[in-house]
């Protein structure tokens, strides 16, 4: 008994030494509580979906009497002037909110929830993102050409952060509720709990800890269970049964990832190329819209298709209700009304235009497939299911999460393999033209550099202020600008600063105050900003890894 009494100490002792530093580091993070706040996430951004889809609603019905998704025809049926003014009064809207209550002046979207990440899960203003997501549905609702969920991903990553900052969480919880409030968004938005997951992941945090799973998938499910609960059980595209007719048909759908590249570089060098055409052009920003807005009404009087979210025309191309030149036309229409929209700044998202186009690129190839080899093709709506995730997977740089969205969306799970050749060779080749997603461009127009790892972004939010000593009580703490070294502000970069150290071959520089250069009010070390920087390195290696 004695030993047996021992073996249960030891054992227990052992367990113990186990366990203990787990539920430690487990409590020392706060994941309790953030488990907690990402339910609560989860639940009021499901609201906030239902909310930002009725609103959309609302806008829209004042001019084509409807509030549904469905709205092609409500649109053929108007008069021609209805078609351009809408567009035209919704931008006067959009550009008298840009000019006098967004601060930006421009509405958020995924960029700048990726770029929030970067910066410990804050940036994201409650105000700012509330008013953003009006500006969303003014645009979206008044027929703009553009997605709704980037800035629905935006509004649940603001309401996942803005709310909880004076709570004083890691940055590292920070980073896990702004990416609950996206998975959130995109589960709610979609019908789609698990792309939402791991859109979080692939996108927004660029790594799959397990530390992050578990609140991730709260959230999702509940923005997911408060989605259905008022908007019922429907996928967004409801398909009849679609089945590969033989397997000497994947060489085809090799071939249809190579064209759905082409055109998610084309849509990408357009948006590029529209926005390098507007930040050129002179002119008000409370303007921009309302010329935008007639381009792509304009464009609307010939194909309503165009106008809005656009989900009426990508169902239409799922189910093989389009013919080949609508589609055809509609692939160049829908990329300039999106590009025009985006440039002009609208409120809006990329991701549905994404699926659009891919719906159109392979509905298109399905139909000049089956004409060419009809008793090997399969349906054209089949491809146009293929095409729509090849697009958007390339596109947004997320070809795992965009893979679960279309099986999600449409219910293809037995398209598997071949939407997998499409998707990867698709994104493969639009990696290696672009060289980054079309939100890491954005990034990068801002002097934003995440694509190249932790160590490019780090000296450029890391700042002096974070690593400076202040002064000893007995130090002159006067500078003189003209004759002395030169001298750091507390907000100077990392960056900046070990640039400063190596021209001035010093270890130490001071920090002097910006509104008075005549006083030192610290002194930074460049030991010490190695160390910082290679601690802030170390942490984001072992927040990735946890």
Request: with cysteine; aromatic share 10%; glycine share 10%.
């Amino acid at each position: 008994m004695p030993n047996r009494a021992n073996a249960l100490k030891t054992v227990l002792h052992l367990a113990h030494k186990w366990i203990e530093p787990n539920l430690r580091l487990f409590m020392s993070s706060r994941l309790p509580l953030v488990w907690f706040l990402a339910l609560l996430i989860g639940a009021a951004v499901g609201v906030s979906a239902i909310l930002f889809r009725i609103g959309i609603g609302m806008v829209q019905w004042v001019w084509l009497g409807t509030a549904s998704e469905r709205m092609i025809t409500a649109a053929a049926s108007q008069p021609w002037y209805v078609v351009v003014l809408a567009p035209v009064l919704g931008g006067a809207v959009v550009g008298l909110l840009l000019q006098t209550v967004q601060k930006k002046q421009r509405a958020g979207g995924v960029a700048d929830v990726i770029e929030a990440r970067a910066h410990g899960g804050r940036g994201l203003p409650f105000w700012s993102g509330i008013t953003s997501a009006f500006i969303t549905i003014i645009s979206l609702g008044s027929g703009a050409s553009a997605g709704r969920e980037g800035p629905m991903v935006h509004l649940g990553a603001t309401l996942g952060t803005s709310v909880f900052t004076r709570l004083k969480l890691p940055d590292s919880a920070m980073r896990i509720l702004l990416a609950a409030g996206v998975a959130s968004a995109v589960s709610a938005s979609f019908n789609a709990p698990i792309a939402g997951v791991l859109f979080a992941h692939e996108v927004i945090l660029g790594h799959y800890a397990l530390s992050a799973f578990v609140p991730i998938v709260l959230s999702s499910a509940m923005g997911t269970l408060i989605a259905r609960l008022y908007f019922g059980e429907a996928v967004a595209f409801i398909l009849p049964h679609y089945q590969i007719s033989t397997y000497w048909e994947f060489p085809a759908f090799v071939l249809l990832g190579i064209i759905c590249a082409v055109v998610a570089i084309m849509f990408q060098f357009a948006l590029i190329g529209a926005d390098w055409v507007a930040r050129n052009v002179k002119m008000p920003i409370w303007f921009r819209p309302i010329v935008g807005g007639a381009l792509v009404g304009s464009i609307a009087v010939f194909y309503p298709e165009v106008l809005g979210v656009g989900y009426e025309a990508t169902d239409g191309a799922l189910n093989s209700q389009l013919p080949l030149t609508l589609m055809l036309s509609l692939l160049v229409a829908k990329t300039i009304a999106t590009a025009i929209t985006l440039a002009s700044r609208f409120g809006g998202g990329i991701f549905s235009p994404s699926l659009y186009l891919g719906a159109m690129t392979g509905g298109a190839f399905g139909l000049i497939a089956a004409n060419i080899l009809p008793e090997m093709a399969s349906s054209h709506g089949l491809y146009a299911i293929l095409g729509m995730g090849a697009v958007a997977s390339a596109v947004l740089g997320a070809p795992i999460s965009t893979t679960m969205i279309v099986f999600e969306l449409t219910g293809g799970y037995e398209l598997s393999i071949a939407l997998l050749i499409a998707v990867s060779i698709s994104t493969g080749l639009n990696q290696a033209i672009h060289g980054r997603s079309y939100f890491h461009w954005q990034l990068e127009m801002r002097g934003v550099m995440l694509q190249d790892g932790a160590h490019k972004w780090l000296v450029r939010i890391v700042h002096v202020e974070d690593f400076a000593d202040p002064p000893r009580p007995d130090t002159d703490t006067t500078f003189d600008p003209d004759t002395e070294a030169p001298a750091l502000a507390p907000l100077d970069t990392l960056e900046k600063a070990l640039k400063a150290f190596d021209d001035a071959g010093k270890s130490t520089l001071p920090v002097v105050d910006p509104k008075d250069p005549t006083q030192i009010i610290g002194y930074a070390s460049h030991v010490k900003a190695l160390r910082y920087f290679n601690s802030a390195l170390i942490q984001a290696n072992v927040e990735e890894h946890r």
